[in-house]
């Protein structure tokens, strides 16, 4: 999730998708039976739960304090994007593609509940503003950026491409509502002030938006190797952006290295404001941890979490797993480390997405297979892998542990903070789980569920 408003992620319903109608920007205008099940089980105090099914592919999630959460995903290889309020009920929703495939990445909210949203296609593809000019190609997609307005209709929307290959990975707003996107390029890619090639086969890059037009304000490429993988974002309230992937031996900017070390290796870097690198730190060997998800607190710190294997060091000393553990590690505005955790038990667990409330505090979500403790007791699984959600304090405390299963596969993707306490989830919903307002059942492998939830 991004800091403040974010991001973070959801998937589908086919049903949504046969409630619109084909091609291009429809609005589901009346929330017909299938549609009704998006809306949520019971209230309970805050709480509240909603499923959908379908999924062709992972979305995001992007949560607002006051506890509106936006939801984008793919299903029937087009792009869904919907909006609930407080008490999970449907605002809006609404359905883009064509015959071929699209698929969207990331979502992120401004202040004022504008939704931004981006990802790739083939085909053509129309938000509401018109087909953008850049047509995709199997093999070859192109980038997109749409921006909505609170009640959904269409702002604004571009596209990045040429020949070659442009994806994009995740993305976050600025306090002015500014957009910063990630992603890689082959070729070429041209942000609308003119074609930039790329320096080797692949690049990766970040770019600013103007939040008013989308226009570029400023961007940058950097070189890691041959790495198709999609950063993880997170900008601080001065508008400075951590980036987190992965390089092959090198990374550098402009031609010149930052980052030298042999093999597939995790990095996290800084850009200021304007786009300059401040620094970049390498954390090891991708052969055994995850790529970071990345979140910034309040202080202008950045914290992350992932999975990992054998040993990693993150600053603070060795952390060490059997089968694979979760990390999350703290580093401050500097890149220095603050502080770093593991958790686990027998079995692989996994470290998906991190968020942190407005008073710095800590919010982790993943899965696990056998059991997990954070510190205040075991939590121990239904059967096979089960959700795990945990809060930690600034200094990376433990505050409590929740774990929902059944005897099937569920995991939580995504995570978002609502307020100090209340925390939003989203996850693959197989079986039968109760979150606290009442049972709900996944009626196929392709269900998930978004989640409203309220710690003890």
């Not at 692949?202 to 304000?217: D, E, I, K, T």
């Not at 900017?253 to 030298?260: I, N, R, T």
């Not at 959700?387 to 995504?414: C, H, P, Y």
Request: with cysteine; charged share 15%; hydrophobic share 40%.
């Amino acid at each position: 999730m991004n800091s403040i408003f974010r991001l973070s992620s959801a998937l589908w319903l086919v049903a949504l998708v046969a409630a619109c109608d084909g091609g291009t920007g429809a609005e589901v205008a009346t929330p017909a039976e299938p549609l009704a099940r998006m809306q949520p089980l019971e209230l309970n105090r805050r709480e509240w739960t909603a499923t959908h099914g379908g999924v062709d592919g992972f979305g995001d999630l992007a949560v607002q304090p006051d506890g509106h959460t936006a939801l984008v995903g793919t299903a029937n290889s087009d792009i869904l994007v919907a909006r609930f309020d407080p008490q999970g009920q449907l605002l809006w929703s609404r359905r883009f593609g064509d015959e071929n495939y699209q698929q969207a990445t990331g979502i992120t909210v401004d202040s004022e509940g504008n939704l931004v949203i981006t990802g790739d296609y083939w085909g053509l593809l129309d938000f509401g503003g018109g087909p953008l000019p850049c047509r995709g190609e199997p093999g070859y997609p192109r980038a997109f950026v749409a921006k909505f307005a609170a009640s959904g209709e269409h702002v604004w929307s571009r596209c990045f491409g040429d020949g070659g290959q442009q994806q994009t990975g995740t993305l976050a707003v600025a306090s002015d509502g500014d957009v910063y996107v990630s992603g890689y390029f082959a070729g070429s890619i041209d942000y609308g002030d003119g074609p930039i090639p790329a320096k080797g086969p692949l690049n990766q890059f970040v770019v600013r938006l103007a939040g008013s037009s989308g226009a570029p304000v400023w961007n940058n490429l950097y070189e890691a190797g041959p790495v198709s993988t999609l950063a993880s974002l997170a900008v601080d309230a001065e508008g400075n952006l951590f980036i987190s992937s992965g390089y092959v031996d090198t990374l550098s900017f402009h031609g010149v290295p930052w980052l030298s070390e042999p093999g597939f290796n995790v990095y996290v870097l800084k850009l200021d404001a304007h786009g300059e690198p401040l620094w970049a730190k390498s954390f090891g060997p991708l052969r055994n941890q995850t790529f970071w998800r990345l979140a910034a607190d309040p202080s202008g710190n950045v914290v992350a979490t992932g999975a990992f294997i054998g040993t990693v060091d993150h600053g603070g000393g060795p952390l060490s797993s059997g089968d694979g553990d979760v990390f999350v590690v703290s580093l401050d505005g500097e890149g220095h480390h603050r502080w770093s955790r593991s958790f686990g038990g027998p079995g692989f667990d996994w470290g998906y997405d991190v968020d942190v409330d407005f008073a710095g505090s800590v919010v982790v979500t993943g899965s696990f297979s056998t059991s997990i403790d954070f510190g205040e007791g075991l939590l121990t699984s239904a059967g096979g892998d089960d959700i795990f959600v945990a809060k930690l304090g600034r200094d990376g405390e433990t505050r409590w542990g929740r774990a929902f299963g059944d005897v099937g596969n569920q995991s939580a993707m995504r995570v978002g903070s609502v307020g100090l306490r209340d925390v939003v989830l989203w996850g693959r919903l197989v079986g039968t789980l109760d979150f606290g307002s009442g049972p709900v059942t996944g009626r196929s492998s392709s269900d998930s569920f978004v989640t409203r939830i309220t710690p003890p």
